[in-house]
């Protein structure tokens, strides 16, 4: 290969004359048939596939309420995760393409061996549809769609301290197992991990024994069950409050939450009534929100009105209609106009549309537009509910 040599900065200003001589050269002798190989390509798109195509390897009860899917890729190859980060989902329903995430609640090592794969740990709590679908129509041996890893809800190392405190209610747990076993594996050197994880009663703890196992082989990892609804528990009883935190935080701890949204709130007051910085609070909302009046600041006039939805995309116009208490995303996909989308909670930034008239209520919680965003009438329908008739531009997929 040749060498471009370096004369000096002076010297060096006519470098470009150099380099297109050279390129010269090497195009008389190049063949006339483009070669469309990029072996850079080839890798990049190796280490972080769009859709990867998932095998159903397993299917097993994590609770009475609650199962674990494995999947394993169908060409072998599984994109590096973090633990905490999630999978997202693109599931044919009746005409319909829905997307979900959900957290992966193995450890990042267990994809990177001989046969890789990842579990996801998801509770059947009806009326939400996508869990009760998933647990009565999907099978060991048949193929869905996803893509991963999303998401920042992982331990960073030059932004966390190393004693996290994981505070976890319902399937909430995911993203903490999938910690808790890369801790117990060796990984996340020098942290330790308490699990403080709020359910009523014993039988609604996911993934109990499996988290039994890590702590008695971990001396890492510590977890501390608090039952609310349960008479005959003999551990800690009642809802995680700020004593309970305090008790059994180490020096300087970072917090993790993953749980629904009711919980979220209690534990962000809590944690500030003990002094904890934000910057050492991080957060994960599941199921963007079961209840819209519930979040702060919905105009609850609005409650159980129905509205109309101008769908415009390129040249084609739709109408359909929408409940106040669905997210715009939802009224489309019931509509089986197609909208991609990852978080589900106006974070990633992935699904958007435009607002060409009408009102919405946006999430105040991962509203991540900007200003400009805002200015030009950009919104994500995962997070946006009618506040009155709508007309919308969304891209074509
Ligand atoms: S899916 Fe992430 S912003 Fe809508």
Known sequence: MSKIKVEGFFQDIGGAG????????????????????DPIRELADRLHPGEIELRVADIRNASPTAKTFRFEPVDGHLPVFQPGQYASFRL??????????????????????EHPYFEITVRCNRPYFVPSWLFENVKVGDVLKGSLPFGNFYYEPLRDTKNLVALAGGS????????????????????????LYGSMKSDDIILQQELKIIEKDCPDVKVVHVLSDDEAWNGEKGFLSGNLI?????????YFFCGPLPMAQLMEKELQSLGVPKRRFRCDVLNNPANVTALPGYP????????????RRGIE?????????ESVAVALERAEIPVDTHCRNGECGYCRGQLLTGEIFVSPIGDGRRQMDKEMGWFHPCASWPLSDLEIKIPIL
């Open 18 to 37: 150099r380099v297109t001589k050279l390129r010269r050269e090497k195009h008389k002798d190049a063949s006339d048939i483009p070669n469309p190989k």
């Open 92 to 113: 044919n329903i009746g005409n319909s393409v829905l997307t979900r995430p959900y957290s992966i609640s193995s450890a990042p090592y267990e994809a990177r061996g």
């Open 172 to 195: 909430g747990i995911a993203p903490f197992h999938s910690m808790a076993k890369e801790i117990a594996y060796g990984k996340m050197k020098g942290c330790n991990l308490t699990v």
């Open 246 to 254: 305090r008790k059994y935080s180490g020096e300087d701890s970072t």
């Open 300 to 311: 609850k006039e609005h409650e159980g009105k129905t509205y109309k939805i101008t769908v």
């Open 317 to 325: 116009a739709d109408t359909i209609t929408a409940s106040s208490s």
